[in-house]
């Protein structure tokens, strides 16, 4: 299965939120591909953020870009349908956050959307035995979910290292996305290890210069992926 394209998702949960819709204007002007949305309920993880008017209002102010919306919610089943309504392209929730993983999965196909399935830190990879037939995604996390501007947790690397043999040995089209700690200086090694969507939060929107960050970011990405071919 040959490396899919490199996806930068910046994460919205450091963007300016009294000025939303400009700043993901500029985060996807500045050459990001797609937008990380964050969701928390302030139970499932010890935070409270953005829902699904938050979602329709980016597609109202003209977002056409893909919206990849990470559920940090439990239960997970009632907020899917709101969420493929308010213009949602991708949907990942945290096996730990269903009661039935394999019928979320479907709830969310059948709602038009891409299904991912989300790694914590100590989330065992056997989630993935009876459900990488039916995900497009899998989300590793590399921090603990809840905060921005955490730092990347290492072990995350060997993770990574065996979801992509598991990719790989599908056969399937799977993107793997990895969230938490990432910065221009680790990406390449992450990129190494077989990302290929990465969620970067602070480290875009700490700065001024977003599409310096990106580019940035896409240059150690594609000298890693020359090591990995
Ligand atoms: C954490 C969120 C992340 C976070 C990443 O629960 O899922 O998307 O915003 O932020 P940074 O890139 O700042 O670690
Ligand atoms: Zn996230």
Sequence with gaps: MPVQTPWIAPSILSANFARLGDDVDAVLAAGADIVHFDVMDNHYVPNLTIGPLVCEALRKHGVKAPIDVHLMVK????IIPDFAQAGASIIS????ASEHVDRTIALIR???????LVFNPATPLSHLDYT???IDLVLLMSVNPGFGGQKFIPGTLDKLREVRR???ASGR???LEVDGGVKVDNIGAIAAAGADTFVAGSAIFSEKDY???ISA???NISEAQLLRA
């Design 211 to 213: 599409g310096a960050v």
């Design 217 to 219: 970011m896409r240059q």
């Design 166 to 168: 598991r990719i790989d």
């Design 173 to 175: 089209a799977v993107r």
């Design 132 to 134: 990488l037939g039916q």
């Design 110 to 116: 059948e709602h038009g959307c891409r299904p991912g």
């Design 75 to 78: 239960p997970v089943d009632r």
């Design 93 to 96: 929730f945290h096996p730990e």
